[in-house]
């Protein structure tokens, strides 16, 4: 079956400091692969995707690209601020409808 | 739109008592998810609903779980007797197949067994 490996947390930096948060996949085929966001309290919420390879998925700042040669899809941001604070799921869906979520990685962002 | 709607939003209860989980899918979505998230185990995939029927209930723990989807609008998930080990956010998402789709994730029940 499919397999999302994402870095483990708490990530800590400072407002407008660079993020990365690093997810790789094991799958069979051509996953598409999805970055999700959960706030406290809320469910997860889809922040980007990518379908294929060396497609690069964007939303608020936040970037990801679908690298095939080394099944990853990282996830960037060039400046974060506080209101960025969330747990970050890396998401792979392929050959069935069922996606499979990392561990997801804790983000704090401080003033 | 109106999102995936769940209830409640929190429930507390002594162990032993049944617990039923209520969500509603976005309309026109034809699969219907339930998630259990702990910090221990983080999202686990209980059961999966298409066209109303289950198609994989695999992850359910045990048989003190159920869950029922009678309509393309609601789907239940039941905890009969429940145990203080089954405290943890319940969510429900739906979407419309497909691997390329996103799911789309209600707010979650925090329950609670004392």
């Known amino acids: 079956g499919n397999s999302v490996t994402q870095m483990e947390g708490p990530v800590t930096l400072s407002e407008e400091a660079f993020l990365t948060i690093n997810c790789t996949y094991t799958?069979?085929?051509?996953?598409?692969l999805f970055w999700y966001v959960q706030y406290p309290g809320e469910g997860l919420q889809l922040l980007l995707k990518?379908?294929?390879?060396?497609d690069k998925g964007s939303n608020k700042g936040f970037e990801a690209t679908y690298r095939k040669e080394t099944t990853s899809f990282h996830l960037e941001k060039g400046s974060v601020q506080v209101s960025d604070s969330a747990v970050y799921f890396c998401?792979?869906?392929?050959?069935?409808?069922?996606?499979?979520f990392g561990r997801g990685t804790s983000l704090i962002v401080h003033p | 739109d109106a999102g995936v709607i769940q209830s409640p939003r929190h429930e507390v209860t002594e162990m032993g008592q049944e617990v039923t989980l209520r969500c509603k899918p976005i309309?026109?979505?034809?699969?219907l998810f339930w998630y259990r998230q702990t910090m221990m185990r983080g999202l686990e995939l209980l059961i999966y609903?298409?066209?109303?029927?289950?198609?994989?209930d695999s992850g359910m723990p045990e048989d003190r779980f159920s869950a029922k989807m009678p309509n393309a609008s609601f789907s239940t998930l039941k905890i009969q007797p429940s145990e203080p080990r089954d405290s943890a956010v319940y969510f429900c998402?739906?979407?419309?197949?497909?691997?390329?789709?996103?799911?789309?994730f209600g707010d979650g029940t925090r329950l609670s067994i004392l």
């Open positions: 998401a792979c869906s392929g050959g069935s409808y069922i996606p499979t």
């Open positions: 799958a069979t085929g051509y996953p598409s």
């Open positions: 990518a379908t294929k390879a060396d």
């Open positions: 309309s026109g979505h034809d699969y």
């Open positions: 609903f298409n066209n109303n029927v289950p198609i994989d």
């Open positions: 998402a739906s979407n419309n197949g497909g691997s390329n789709q996103p799911q789309h």
